[in-house]
Antibody, heavy 123, light 108 residues
């Protein structure tokens, strides 16, 4: 069974750095040729893509947030990590990790999503 | 930056056909995906690469993409289809995923 599970702090203070972890199971990134990404959704608002890492370890970032984001993958732990620096109240959102279909390509839709983790930025 | 625009809301009667549009510059030259999101749930992929349905997605969901508009069609809409729907595309020029503005579908 393929699963993704996000974890991280529920509350961060302004200017702090957020670190989120996505633990995945049921597939191998390299043999399945999948990409893993982060998407967020502020309360009551639309989805916003943040970052993506493909099976070859190539990384892609949202242009508007590129200077604040770092995406990485730990193959030995089956974990995907996102760091976002200089957090601001407008970054309050549910953060999702998601996977593209097996054998697909960068740019494909995300067929498996985690449940998401809510992050509130407040002093 | 690349933008995808959707109508804020669409209303449909049970059993009828709902069409949700997604507009973007030369969108037809890119692959479009569609998601359904119910309150408190993660998005569910309905369509990818314009017309492909993941395993388990009902046949009543179909997609098309041409010119500047991608369309998600729900045939025989059910009350359980009441949800928010998002389109998404990959802008290869900037190597960016882009999500649409979202459409709330009401079944009444």
């Amino acid at each position: 069974q393929v699963t993704l599970r996000e974890s991280g702090p529920a509350l961060v203070k302004p200017t702090q750095t957020l670190t989120l972890t996505c633990t995945f199971s049921g597939f191998s990134v390299s043999t399945s040729r999948v990409c893993l990404g982060w998407i967020r959704q502020p309360p009551g608002k639309a989805l916003e893509w943040l970052a993506l890492i493909d099976w070859d370890d190539d990384k892609y970032y949202s242009t508007s947030l590129k200077t604040r984001l770092t995406i990485s993958r730990d193959t030995s732990k089956n974990q995907l990590v996102l760091t976002m620096t200089n957090m601001n109240p407008v970054d309050t959102a549910t953060y999702y990790c998601a996977r593209t279909p097996v054998g697909g390509a960068v740019g494909d839709g995300f067929d498996i999503w985690g449940l998401g983790t809510m992050v509130t930025v407040s002093s | 930056s690349y933008e995808l625009t959707q109508p804020p809301s669409v209303s449909v009667s049970p059993g009828q056909t709902a069409r949700i549009t997604c507009s973007g510059d030369k969108l037809g030259s890119k692959y479009a995906s569609w998601y359904r999101q119910k309150p408190g749930q993660s998005p569910l992929l309905l369509i990818y690469k314009d017309i492909k349905r993941p395993s388990g997605v009902p046949e009543r969901f179909s997609g098309s993409n041409s010119g500047n508009t991608a369309t998600l069609t729900i045939t025989g809409t059910q009350t359980m289809d009441e949800a928010d729907y998002y389109c998404q595309a990959w802008d290869s020029d900037t190597a960016q995923y882009v999500f649409g503005t979202g459409t709330k579908v009401t079944v009444l």
